[in-house]
């Protein structure tokens, strides 16, 4: 299952509302996480199922989608919050990722 | 708290080998399936490799398949990727990460560890 994801890179500023999609290839329900990568660091789970967010992660990210469109929006953006952005499904195998969508301080 | 810690990665020439660990604690190994994930230099992640929680299953990626080998030692608390036959384009940070199963939600990528460095080079 391939995932695309869209743009590839974004410019937004502090406070800014931002919203990131991933298309699947094929129907994958719900079974679709939102992972947040900070360089040099590993990446960090956010949201699962498409829309809950993992324990401790704030409430300005949000997911939203099921079958083959998803977004992930964040409501307010923050300094801590630009990073790279990858969708995942794990449930039909092989497992992959989108390409990331690389979020820049404009 | 979950931690995980790879090591054994570093400078190998074509061709060669390299044994990669992955130390686990802060929560009971032997219950979780457990992942490879390898990132190229300025690039996107990419799944490598998974094995369950006993070992007795195991998948992988087509682009390593028959070379590289996912073991866990549950007495240890260690998960391992053996790399055989390395190629150029295996240069990656590796990343271990456990698998957590939410009920009715599916599998997910919950912990990582921070990444070894392997660089395949003559």
């Known amino acids: 299952i391939q995932l695309t994801q869209s743009p590839s890179s974004l410019s937004a500023s502090v406070g800014d509302r931002v919203t990131i999609t991933c298309r699947a290839s094929?129907?994958?329900?719900?079974?679709l996480a939102w992972y947040q990568q900070k360089p040099g660091k590993a990446p960090k789970l956010l949201i699962y199922a498409a829309s809950t967010l993992q324990s401790g992660v704030p409430s300005r990210f949000s997911g939203s989608g099921s079958g083959t469109d998803f977004t992930l929006t964040i409501s307010s953006l923050q300094p801590e919050d630009f990073a790279t952005y990858y969708c995942q499904q794990l449930n039909s195998y092989p497992p992959t990722f989108g390409q990331g969508t690389k979020l820049e301080i404009k | 708290e979950v931690q995980l810690v790879e090591s054994g990665g570093g400078l190998v020439q074509p061709g060669g080998s390299l044994r990669l660990s992955c130390a686990a604690s802060?929560?009971?190994?032997?219950?979780?399936?457990m992942h490879w994930v390898r990132q190229a230099p300025g690039k996107g992640l990419v799944w490598v490799s998974r094995?369950?929680?006993?070992?007795?299953?195991?998948s992988y990626a087509d682009s390593v398949k028959g070379r590289f080998t996912i073991s866990r030692d549950n007495a240890k608390n260690t998960l391992y990727l053996q790399m055989n036959s390395l190629r150029a384009e295996d240069t990656a940070v590796y990343y271990c990460a456990r698998d957590r199963y939410y009920y009715g939600s599916g599998s997910y990528l919950a912990d990582w560890g921070q990444g070894t460095l392997v660089t395949v080079s003559s």
């Open positions: 094995i369950n929680s006993d070992g007795s299953s195991t």
């Open positions: 802060g929560f009971t190994f032997s219950s979780y399936w």
């Open positions: 094929q129907g994958i329900s719900s079974y």
